[in-house]
């Protein structure tokens, strides 16, 4: 996603100078890539300190929700680690492909627990409750011919 603005004011942005009246465009896309603001831009580091993503927006427009989403995805995340310790990943992530948006619409990996039998993860549109972890079942992470059926431990 992207809009552009009309600069209101003259300043110096990195080691270019903008002018009032100049017209410049903000791309969501490029948030949370500046090297002097995020070493490893690119690298998924859960522990980040400081962490000044912009997911849940900021100032007026931020989103009202986002404490309940930090809650809940701790909370999911505990539970994961509890049953299963080790996560590896099961294939390349698939992104979204969007304009809007950057973003993983599915992450294929691999959950082992601590008798070290590998179970796939469900990506999208499946749950995998505690009865069915103690049943030994999964499901498929990738697309294919048997989209959605067990795949059975590794």
Known sequence: MHF???????????????????????????????????????????????????????????????????????????????????????GPPVRVVSNFVNGIKGLPVKLRSANSVSRSMPTRGKRLGSSAAASGACVSTRPSPGWGSCRGPR
């Open 4 to 90: 552009r603005r009309t600069v209101s004011e003259d300043l110096v942005l990195g080691d270019q100078q903008v002018r009032a009246g100049d017209k410049g465009v903000v791309w969501f896309g490029a948030a949370h890539r500046d090297l002097q603001v995020v070493p490893s831009p690119h690298r998924l580091d859960l522990l980040r300190k400081p962490n000044p993503h912009l997911a849940f927006g900021f100032g007026p427009h931020f989103c009202l929700g986002a404490q309940l989403a930090h809650l809940e995805t701790t909370v999911m995340l505990a539970e994961l680690l509890r049953t299963w310790p080790v996560l590896e990943l099961d």
